[in-house]
T-cell receptor, first 111, second 114 residues
């Protein structure tokens, strides 16, 4: 069983709508969480990091962390065709502990 | 803006041959990671260095894969002999220090084993 789980998708979202991505993790020792975006054939690029319970907003992106329920989510507001990509959730423990990626959720924004 | 450098970007080889990938992390980043990403899957950690020391290589197939970071700066990942199942994207990432810090990825090396 993977320690970081994501729905593989594809998640189809109309342009201008909100895309909602979810991620669950099994290691209660995980303290840092990251969302990366990966375009086909490219390497992952960081969208956002989150370390504390609650919401964190950056432009059109909002990350939410709930450590009690062991899930992390990412909202993309006003979705654009350029948001079409695979979104990777990753989590790590402090210090030199494990760092793991989920398999990614493919998002397709339709005009 | 500082970036992680990787070479080559693409590599085609025949099975049983040796291949090597090179990575130069962002200057000042103590931690370096090598990942393998198979199409449709998330990156899988192969090896993690803290300076020149290996912190985690539990998922590295040590019978054919080796990695080194001799001076604690750039790193080389080698496969000998390559197998068909090694076809994947090999990603290098670096971070300032701990696992809890952001990792920055290089462009990757796409390997095709024929």
């Amino acid at each position: 069983q993977k320690e970081v789980e994501q729905n593989s998708g594809p998640l189809s979202v109309p342009e201008g709508a909100i895309a909602s991505l979810n991620c669950t993790y099994s290691d209660r020792g995980s303290q840092s969480f990251f969302w990366y975006r990966q375009y086909s054939g490219k390497s992952p690029e960081l969208i956002m990091s989150i370390y504390s319970n609650g919401d964190k907003e950056d432009g059109r992106f909002t990350a939410q962390l709930n450590k009690a329920s062991q899930y992390v989510s990412l909202l993309i507001r006003d979705s654009q065709p350029s948001d079409s990509a695979t979104y990777l959730c990753a989590g790590g423990t402090d210090s030199w502990g494990k760092f793991q990626f989920g398999a990614g959720t493919q998002v397709v924004v339709t005009p | 803006e500082a970036e992680v450098a990787q070479s080559p970007r693409y590599k085609i080889t025949e099975k049983s041959q040796a291949v090597a990938f090179w990575c130069d992390p962002i200057s000042g980043h103590a931690t370096l990671y090598w990942y393998r990403q198979i199409l449709g899957q998330g990156p899988e950690l192969l090896v993690q260095f803290q300076d020149e020391s290996v912190v985690d290589d539990s998922q590295l197939p040590k019978d054919r894969f080796s990695a080194e970071r001799l001076k604690g700066v750039d790193s080389t990942l080698k496969i000998q002999p390559a197998e068909l199942g090694d076809s994947a994207m090999y990603l290098c990432a670096s971070s300032l220090g701990r696992v809890s810090e952001t990792q920055y990825f290089g462009p990757g090396t796409r390997l095709l084993v024929l």
